[in-house]
């Protein structure tokens, strides 16, 4: 039986395409029973997406609202075939988590060696922990490359629950390949909601039906427990 008591990937109306506030997170949050949340708002390249000083100001909210731990973080738009992010590195220096992921309005398609190169490169660099959503058909990649990799750089690969939904067709065979690489070569991962609306958060039954398919151990869930996921964080600072 998988559990998840850190939420790693939750979006807020600071974004026009979600639904729910910060609080009202929260509050979902602890209804699901869960211990952790981490705010990981549209970096500005969405077209909607708040801009740069959202993710400066993060430094002045608490580290726990209402008895859950609350960690600041951003979803950053990989925006060039050169790994780069449309945050520099010093504001991602001051946030506690930060996912990279490609989004259709942010990087044109290209050719599986192109977006690997990418990935490959994203990576390296320090102040991303995690690739987003890596499994979706317009961006196709050398999965196990990057996996390797990942595992190399200790970084984390996201299981997205959303991408589960249909939202990104195709997604559940190679979101099980990705898993089973990932159980192949140790590299660990976070399961996530990608909750644009309170009542998603919590919700990783499509997510944990396809660990169980690949036999995946529970180990290698990052934040499976608060404890994993805040070790792997200090494992990660400078």
Known sequence: MYQIQVETHSHTIVSKHAYSTLQE??????????RGLCMTNHAPAIPDAPGEVH?????????????IRFLKGAEANIIDYKGGLDLPNTVLAMLDWVIASIHGPCLPKASMEEITETYLRVLENPYVHCIGHM?????????????????????I?????????GIRPGSK???????SLCKKYGTRVAVSSDAHYSGCIG?????????REVDFPEELIVNGTLERFLAYLDETKF
């Open 25 to 34: 997170n929260i509050k979902a949050t602890l209804d699901a029973g869960m």
């Open 55 to 67: 993710f400066t100001c993060l430094k002045y909210l608490p580290d726990e609202i209402d008895g």
């Open 135 to 155: 499994g979706q058909q317009s961006y196709l990649c050398d999965f196990e490359a990057v996996v390797k990799k990942a595992k190399e750089n200790n970084k």
């Open 157 to 165: 690969i996201e299981l997205n629950n959303h991408s589960l939904e």
């Open 173 to 179: 065979a190679l979101c099980t390949k990705v898993a």
């Open 203 to 211: 919700n990783y039954k499509l997510v944990f039906e396809m660990l």
